[in-house]
T-cell receptor, first 112, second 117 residues
Framework: DAKTTQPNSMESNEEEPVHLPCNHS???????IHWYRQLPSQGPEYVIH???SNVNNRMASLAIAEDRKSSTLILHRATLRDAAVYYC?????????????FGRGTQLTVWP | NAGVMQNPRHLVRRRGQEARLRCSPM?????VYWYRQLPEEGLKFMVY????????ESGMPKERFSAEFPKEGPSILRIQQVVRGDSAAYFC???????????????FGPGTRLTVL
């Protein structure tokens, strides 16, 4: 699985935007960029994914660099409930076998 | 549409006993994955199953661990002769397809927290 690099931790204040970066300099042309998050004592939760274009959904936005070597997950207005570990994961189209590789992720702290 | 269900949520076993963890995937999902999260560590893939078939068990310890996903009923992760090092959170996920498109999503259950005394 192609490797991603994320900061260990980030902090934000409630109701402020949060930009969570991810570097994936060895990304291949067929890799999708996925984001999951894990709230304390819960299972991981899908957030968003994209291939080349920026993506928006009700939870977040995903901004993908033009060269695709980095991406940013954007939470437009952080809430206390967004405090979690955020994982940036590459999924190769056509590769094996479905597994997700979770690195260390970014621990997001949201202050009231 | 009910999400992925896992039971029990908490399981306590003594060393040498067997642990059985169950996972019911989301309705319509035929692909199941098991992950383990050791204390203070990240999630690690263990095994990927489709109905009645093990597709990838490369993350499964070679001994004492087994998994199945029968035609009827939930997927079962079985740990024989548990040791203290097996204490962890075990998460199950399901999806509608194999992930070969790269775009599929895995939906996770709440996990089973196994404690070995």
């Amino acid at each position: 699985d192609a490797k991603t690099t994320q900061p260990n931790s980030m902090e934000s204040n409630e109701e402020e935007p949060v930009h969570l970066p991810c570097n994936h300099s060895t990304i291949s042309g067929t890799d999708y960029i996925h984001w999951y998050r894990q709230l304390p004592s819960q299972g991981p939760e899908y957030v968003i994914h994209g291939l080349t274009s920026n993506v928006n959904n009700r939870m977040a936005s995903l901004a993908i660099a033009e060269d695709r070597k980095s991406s940013t997950l954007i939470l437009h207005r952080a809430t206390l409930r967004d405090a979690a570990v955020y994982y940036c994961i590459l999924r190769d189209r056509g590769s094996t076998l479905g597994r997700l590789y979770f690195g260390r992720g970014t621990q997001l702290t949201v202050w009231p | 549409n009910a999400g992925v269900m896992q039971n029990p949520r908490h399981l306590v076993r003594r060393r040498g006993q067997e642990a059985r963890l169950r996972c019911s995937p989301m309705k319509g999902h035929s692909h199941v994955y098991w992950y383990r999260q050791l204390p203070e560590e990240g999630l690690k893939f263990m095994v990927y199953l489709q109905k009645e078939n093990i597709i990838d068990e490369s993350g499964m310890p070679k001994e004492r661990f087994s998994a199945e996903f029968p035609k009827e009923g939930p997927s079962i992760l079985r740990i024989q002769q548990v040791v203290r090092g097996d204490s962890a959170a075990y998460f199950c996920a399901s999806s509608t397809n194999s992930g070969r498109s790269g775009a599929d999503t895995q939906y996770f259950g709440p996990g089973t927290r196994l404690t070995v005394l």
